[in-house]
């Protein structure tokens, strides 16, 4: 029997702890369709050679950047570490790749729409702006954005296999005429100055490992007096770098989640002021207390899932279905997870400090 690439191992990660995350363990599907994927479509979402290529490469990258022996902005770890999950995000968590606390009367899906809505809202979108989705995933919040607002919205994302997504699920939608997506370098944009009248980003540049380059870009494509509205993952007042807790929980979250080191609020106000982005506005919502549950709730497994996940792994390695070193590489993303929970009930991470800057200049 041959052994199956790459792409088997990241089914099995899907298969276990999908079950125990967000919208799986509500609408379990083994066989799905083109816009919801089911357990089969994580074996066949791309090409074992890609998938197998993407693995090897992220792993090898992102150790590297954890080991401080790797700097610089590194898009090919980003397309690489989405080639990767993008699948099994759209399982086991939706369209829309962020998170949200969970108030009274939401579920999953209404929380994080309802985040996106708070943005827009703060940014003063309207129907008549031209609107940059800077790292657009699968494009959820553009649609929902739009529906909101009516605004004319293009996402840009690093990643082809998030770009043919965005457009089915938008052509789904029916709203392939205002929402449209560009696949590019979010540092690095192929359009001209001055061209979107709002630019917003969810959870997205703390992919760059220099948030100036990121800025810069957004500061450039904007109108002048044009608004960029984001939610960064950040460390927080709380983090203590002396602390090896913390600084195992960033490691974890860096590592799980295809990031160079974690940003701070002081590296985004200079990043920004550099980029003449001017601040009118920031508040860290992962201090607020009128939710039900916290942002990290869905992600909180117990330690028998995780070790049912492990094992389930190490059994498809040990029978030949799964490439050497699958149960390794299992570990090493299910160390999000880990990061995530530990840093979030200890406030000593953020993936929702919102900021809104005004664009400097006439």
Not at 138 to 158: E, F, Q, S
Not at 162 to 180: F, G, L, N, P
Not at 189 to 194: T, V, Y
Not at 256 to 268: K, Q
Request: hydrophobic letters at 35%; aromatic letters at 12%.
């Amino acid at each position: 029997m041959s052994k199956p690439t790459t792409i088997v191992f990241i089914a099995v990660i899907a298969i276990a702890t999908a079950l125990f995350l967000s919208r799986a363990s509500e609408t379990l599907r083994f066989i799905g369709d083109e816009e919801n994927p089911g357990i089969l479509d994580l074996f066949r979402s791309q090409s074992q050679a890609t998938m197998k290529r993407s693995s090897s490469s992220y792993i090898e990258k992102v150790s590297a950047f954890i080991a401080g022996t790797k700097t610089g902005q590194d898009t090919a770890m980003i397309d690489d570490y989405y080639n990767i999950v993008t699948t099994f995000y759209e399982y086991g968590w939706g369209d829309q790749f962020h998170f949200a606390h969970i108030q009274e009367g939401e579920n999953h899906d209404s929380s994080l729409s309802r985040h996106e809505r708070e943005l827009a809202d703060k940014m003063g979108i309207k129907a008549t702006d031209k609107v940059l989705d800077a790292g657009s995933g699968v494009g959820g919040p553009a649609r929902n954005i739009h529906k909101h607002t009516n605004a004319r919205i293009t996402g840009i994302t690093i990643n082809d296999f998030q770009i043919q997504r965005a457009r089915y699920h938008t052509k789904k939608a029916q709203m392939s005429e205002k929402v449209d997506f560009v696949q590019g370098d979010f540092t690095k944009m192929p359009f001209q100055s001055s061209t979107f009248d709002k630019v917003y980003s969810i959870e997205a540049t703390c992919h760059a490992t220099d948030l100036y380059d990121v800025y810069s870009e957004i500061a450039r494509v904007l109108k002048p007096g044009g608004i960029y509205g984001t939610y960064e993952w950040l460390t927080t007042p709380l983090t203590d770098k002396s602390n090896q807790q913390h600084v195992d929980w960033l490691n974890d979250i860096e590592f799980g989640s295809g990031l160079p080191p974690m940003h701070s609020f002081s590296d985004v106000l200079v990043a920004a002021n550099k980029a003449g982005l001017e601040l009118i506005h920031e508040h860290d919502h992962s201090f607020d207390t009128d939710y039900a549950f916290p942002w990290y709730q869905k992600l909180d497994m117990s330690g028998i899932s995780t070790t049912i996940t492990h094992y389930f792994t190490l059994g498809m390695e040990t029978l030949g279905f799964a490439e050497p070193g699958s149960t390794a590489a299992h570990g090493a993303l299910m160390r999000a997870v880990r990061g995530l929970v530990g840093a979030g009930k200890t406030k000593t991470f953020t993936p929702m400090h919102m900021f809104v800057f005004r664009k400097v200049g006439v």
